[in-house]
C-alpha cells in the first residue's frame, strides 16, 4: 500500500557532499515523524537525523552541523543534505516514516529499501 524510494547515494571522497532523497507514494492519508537511519557493516543501525511534519528536527550527534534534514510535505519527500562527509559516514542510510493510510486512518511504520553511501579517505 505504501513504498518509500530513496536515491542519491553514491560513491564520493571524504569532504564532498551529497543529497539523499526518499518519497513516499501510495494510500496516503497524512505523514508525521520522517527520520534518516544508517547501518554500517557489522553494526547497528542507527538514527542519523528525524524531522516532524510542523518541521521540528533532531540529529545524532557526529552529524551534527554536517548533515541537514527537510521535507517537502506536498511531495510526500524528505531529504539529507550531507557536507563534509567522512569515512566513518560510509553506511547503507534508510529512509523511515510514521505514516497514516486513507483505507484506516491507523499510523504505521514504513522503511525504504536503503541506498548505499560510501566515502573514501
Known amino acids: 500500500q505504501v513504498q518509500l524510494v530513496e536515491s542519491g547515494g553514491d560513491l564520493v571522497q571524504a569532504g564532498e557532499s551529497l543529497r539523499l532523497s526518499c518519497t513516499a507514494s501510495?494510500?496516503?492519508?497524512?505523514?508525521?515523524?520522517m527520520g534518516w537511519y544508517r547501518q554500517a557493516p557489522g553494526k547497528q543501525r542507527e538514527l542519523v537525523a528525524g524531522i516532524f511534519s510542523g518541521g521540528d528536527t533532531n540529529y545524532a550527534d557526529p552529524v551534527k552541523g554536517r548533515f541537514t534534514i527537510s521535507r517537502d510535505n506536498a511531495k510526500n519527500t524528505v531529504y539529507l543534505q550531507m557536507n563534509s562527509l567522512k569515512p566513518e559516514d560510509t553506511a547503507v542510510y534508510y529512509c523511515k516514516a510514521h505514516i497514516s493510510l486513507r483505507s484506516d486512518g491507523n499510523w504505521y511504520q514504513y522503511w525504504g529499501q536503503g541506498t548505499q553511501v560510501t566515502v573514501s579517505s
Open positions: 501510495g494510500s496516503i492519508f497524512s505523514i508525521n515523524r
